[in-house]
């Protein structure tokens, strides 16, 4: 969004697997290409294999910004013989083990941006617009709260069996409640944990990630563990209940957003349901 706002006649290119492709063209508004089906990982090796329609968009770049590469290695050197003039940015997604930051993840992002001024402050001012405002993504509530009990690392998640009794406390309150389903919770979640769900609440599995964006964005709220969904609630507008426990950095990784809340718990088992409920409807 950045270097839209910076680059206003040139086209935004994400590359990335297909299906995460596809989410940021919702809810970003650029293009994307399939890293997989564009076979991009030739550049780490025989970049002569690279598809013509890879090759052509690397050509035809002025600017590229990586989070894959390091300046110097085989992904940058096989770059550059195929655009000698293209700007490339080497940007790391996060501090490496045992490095010393404190800051938000955004502001690590940031801070990798000053060899590159006019970036970096595009970058800021979408960065408050994001904090203020929010994506811009068009959301629909429809009447429901949104609850996703899960994430890729189940230490720092709240305890299913208090989700189940938040879901019966909204649900006692008259609110519809849809409980969002990803992978990792179909292969953790016992099948006695799924029917407490189903019992009381609707019970939604997304498809994709563009599936995903649509719950979230049809949502009043959501209210989660420490996770991927909480971020994208975050950015699109959606308020969002995001709980942390001492697994979870909260510095680093509050998720961004207008309308984002955060409860931390020293521990997690101890943090009732009756008390989340208590915070959820208060802000609400």
Same mark, same amino acid.
């Given at each position: 969004?950045?270097?839209?706002?910076?680059?206003?006649?040139?086209?935004?290119?994400?590359?990335?697997?297909?299906?995460?492709?596809?989410?940021?063209? !919702?809810?970003?508004?650029?293009?994307?290409?399939?890293?997989?089906?564009?076979?991009?990982?030739?550049?780490?090796?025989?970049?002569?294999?690279?598809?013509?329609?890879?090759? @052509?968009?690397?050509?035809?770049?002025?600017?590229?910004?990586?989070?894959?590469?390091?300046?110097?290695?085989?992904?940058?050197? %096989?770059?550059?013989?195929?655009?000698?003039?293209?700007?490339?940015?080497?940007?790391?997604?996060?501090? %490496?083990?045992?490095?010393?930051?404190?800051?938000?993840?955004?502001?690590? =992002?940031?801070?990798?941006?000053?060899?590159?001024?006019?970036?970096?402050?595009?970058?800021?001012?979408?960065?408050?617009?994001?904090?203020?405002?929010?994506?811009?993504?068009?959301?629909?509530?429809?009447?429901?709260?949104? *609850?996703?009990?899960?994430?890729?690392?189940?230490? !720092?998640?709240?305890?299913?069996?208090?989700?189940?009794?938040? #879901?019966? @406390? =909204?649900? !006692?309150?008259?609110?519809? #409640? @849809? &409980?969002?389903?990803?992978?990792?919770?179909?292969?953790?979640?016992? %099948?006695?944990?799924?029917?407490?769900?189903?019992? *009381?609440?609707?019970? &939604?599995?997304?498809?994709?990630? *563009?599936? =995903?964006?649509?719950?979230?964005?049809?949502?009043?709220?959501?209210?989660?563990?420490?996770?991927?969904?909480?971020?994208?609630?975050?950015?699109?507008?959606?308020?969002?209940?995001?709980?942390?426990?001492?697994?979870?950095?909260?510095?680093?990784? !509050?998720?961004?957003?207008?309308? *984002?809340?955060?409860?931390?718990?020293?521990?997690?088992?101890?943090?009732?349901?009756?008390?989340?409920?208590?915070?959820?409807?208060?802000?609400?």
């Amino acid at each position: 969004m950045a270097l839209a706002r910076l680059h206003p006649q040139s086209r935004i290119i994400f590359v990335a697997q297909g299906s995460k492709g596809k989410l940021a063209e !919702k809810a970003l508004r650029v293009e994307s290409a399939d890293v997989d089906g564009g076979a991009f990982h030739h550049l780490y090796g025989d970049a002569a294999q690279l598809p013509e329609t890879s090759r @052509r968009l690397i050509e035809n770049a002025h600017s590229i910004y990586t989070f894959v590469a390091s300046p110097g290695d085989g992904w940058s050197s %096989a770059v550059q013989l195929i655009n000698a003039e293209a700007a490339i940015v080497h940007l790391t997604p996060r501090p %490496a083990e045992g490095e010393v930051f404190t800051g938000h993840i955004s502001d690590w =992002l940031e801070g990798q941006l000053a060899a590159a001024p006019a970036a970096r402050t595009a970058y800021q001012q979408i960065m408050r617009s994001v904090q203020t405002r929010g994506t811009g993504y068009k959301r629909s509530p429809a009447g429901a709260v949104a *609850v996703h009990p899960g994430s890729g690392s189940a230490k !720092k998640n709240w305890p299913v069996s208090h989700f189940v009794q938040l #879901v019966r @406390r =909204l649900v !006692k309150s008259r609110r519809h #409640v @849809r &409980v969002i389903i990803g992978e990792a919770e179909k292969e953790r979640l016992s %099948a006695e944990e799924m029917a407490h769900f189903s019992a *009381v609440a609707e019970v &939604v599995e997304p498809r994709d990630y *563009v599936e =995903l964006l649509t719950q979230l964005g049809i949502a009043d709220a959501l209210i989660c563990n420490d996770t991927g969904p909480g971020h994208l609630a975050g950015i699109i507008g959606t308020p969002t209940f995001a709980i942390y426990g001492p697994e979870s950095n909260v510095a680093r990784w !509050k998720p961004l957003g207008p309308h *984002v809340h955060v409860k931390e718990a020293g521990d997690l088992g101890h943090l009732s349901a009756e008390e989340v409920y208590e915070w959820v409807n208060a802000a609400m």
